[in-house]
């Protein structure tokens, strides 16, 4: 017989004197235990990814521990399904470790050897060797066994369960998974560092110009097909405005922080109706002291029944403290869904480090396909500007960028090499100059001519801007 290689031998002494040292019954039990830890994690991977939207708003508003550790899981998905894989992976192969010093402890390598001999007597010994034949046989025996316990009563069983009942499932787990997820976090960490690398390294350039072409393609479809059948220009502007809409953040459709209308925290219910009566708006922002420290949102509708009040009366108590608070860089085909799902209309834009950097609302939203949306208090023109012939406009130096492409009908990405973080015309200005150009001062960007009309020491107020459409 072929003496069996170090490591062959090594690894069945080892789980025969582990299995010896806890007994059978020991070995059984622990293999039990494991079973029910692969059932609980392959579970917790369907629970904790199968929410619909109103279980999602459920466990938003249940108050529970249990609720709250839901959420701060399902906050960091890829972290939270990293660790799920290696623990899940870890128990597997410790039943497999398990299960085979089991067999091998019940049949023995004698049994192995006998069963191999019985094998090579049939079909006769020149091409197998006796020792290679038995681990063999070991070997499949022991996968047969494992992969139907571990698909039947680890993987489909469970995972059938956690389906019908995920939110009582994702409970029963969250205290564990808090636990596993801090424990395993250097290695759920390099995970998914590699992953977000794989990631960026497959939607390469490559793939980003070939989307940014279709994308123009469709664009001028679009034109070429309006002028075939003889669209109106609003109909067109929803095609486009519907194939760019992925593409658009909230910074840049966001009504700019020093434009919202908010109300002081301090401020008497006198003055307070004052300010409602005169702006007309349905929500309004609550701070103290600034605008980064806000209180919440009040609705006008909640002041309905108090309009004959006195000017102490406390409207403070009728802040809603819930607010959605959103990067500057949330696509807003994304944050549309987030409004969807919170049942909410407005968000606070923040930046980088956590300033307010504005509002957005549900309606600035639905006019990037819709277009403008007014209503009986919109003044009739919502950019201030003067058009003093095609290719000759004043503009305010806070107009966005979306907006004045838009009124000069230009493509926004005119701007893109040159704008940087800036969202409006002053912003441009900034970046293409790095200082506050004093009045009458030209600056000129591709086949734009920026001349500043008026300027204050903090910001640019209005700006003439030349077009010459020869230089496109």
């Known amino acids: 017989m072929d003496p069996d290689p170090p490591l062959l031998s090594f690894l069945p002494f080892t789980l025969l004197f582990f299995i010896s040292f806890i007994g059978s019954l020991g070995a059984i039990t622990l293999l039990i235990l494991l079973i029910l830890c692969s059932a609980a994690i392959s579970g917790s991977e369907v629970a904790y990814f199968s929410f619909s939207p109103k279980e999602e ?40 470790i398990v299960s085979d010093g089991l067999i091998r402890k019940w049949i023995g390598g004698e049994g192995f050897d006998r069963m191999a001999q019985g094998i090579l007597n049939l079909v006769g010994d020149q091409w197998l060797s006796l020792s290679n034949l038995s681990h063999s046989l070991s070997f499949i025996i022991s996968v047969v066994v494992v992969t139907f316990v571990l698909v039947l009563f680890g993987e489909i069983a469970p995972k059938l369960y956690a389906n019908l009942r995920n939110v009582e499932f994702a409970k029963a787990m969250s205290l564990p998974l808090i636990g596993l997820t801090t424990f395993f976090s250097p290695i759920s960490n390099v995970l998914v560092g590699w992953s977000n690398r794989i990631e960026k390294s ?13 994308k123009e393609n469709l664009d001028m479809a679009i034109e070429l097909a309006s002028q075939q059948i003889d669209e109106s220009p609003e109909q067109v502007d929803m095609l486009k405005g519907i194939l760019k ?17 908010a109300i002081n925290f301090e401020t008497n219910f006198k003055e307070l109706m004052e300010v409602i009566k005169e702006e007309g708006y349905s929500r309004l922002p609550v701070y103290k002291e600034d605008f ?113 492409c838009r009124i000069v009908d230009e493509s926004t990405d005119v701007f893109e090499s040159g704008k940087g973080d800036a969202d409006s015309l002053a912003g441009v200005i900034l970046e293409v100059t790095g200082f506050i150009p004093r009045r009458d001062k030209e600056i000129v960007y591709k086949h734009f001519t920026f001349k500043v009309v008026s300027v204050s020491k903090r910001r640019i107020e209005k700006i003439n801007v030349m077009i010459n459409r020869n230089e496109k």
């Open 57 to 96: 708003q459920r466990l938003g508003e249940d108050a529970s521990k249990a609720s709250d550790r839901i959420q701060k899981l399902r906050s960091n998905p890829e972290k939270l399904l990293a660790t799920i894989l290696v623990v899940n992976n870890l128990v597997n192969i410790a039943i497999v």
């Open 292 to 404: 980064d420290q806000l209180q919440g949102v009040l609705y006008v509708k909640d002041l309905l029944g108090h309009s004959k009040e006195e000017d102490d009366f406390e409207w403070q108590e009728l802040i809603r403290s819930q607010i959605l608070y959103v990067p500057e860089s949330k696509k807003i085909d994304d944050l549309l869904r987030e409004f969807q799902l919170k049942r909410t209309h407005m968000g606070i834009v923040v930046d980088e480090y956590g300033g307010a950097s504005g509002i957005i609302t549900l309606e600035d939203i639905m006019e990037e396909v819709i277009g403008d949306i007014k209503d009986e208090f919109d003044d009739e023109e919502d950019v201030e500007y003067i058009k003093i012939n095609d290719n000759n406009y004043i503009f305010e130096g806070k107009t966005l960028i979306n907006d004045f």
């Open 202 to 214: 497959v939607s390469s350039e490559k793939w980003g110009s070939a989307t940014k072409g279709n």
């Open 245 to 261: 809409f992925g593409d658009v953040a909230a910074k840049q459709i966001m009504k700019p922080r020093g434009d919202v209308i």
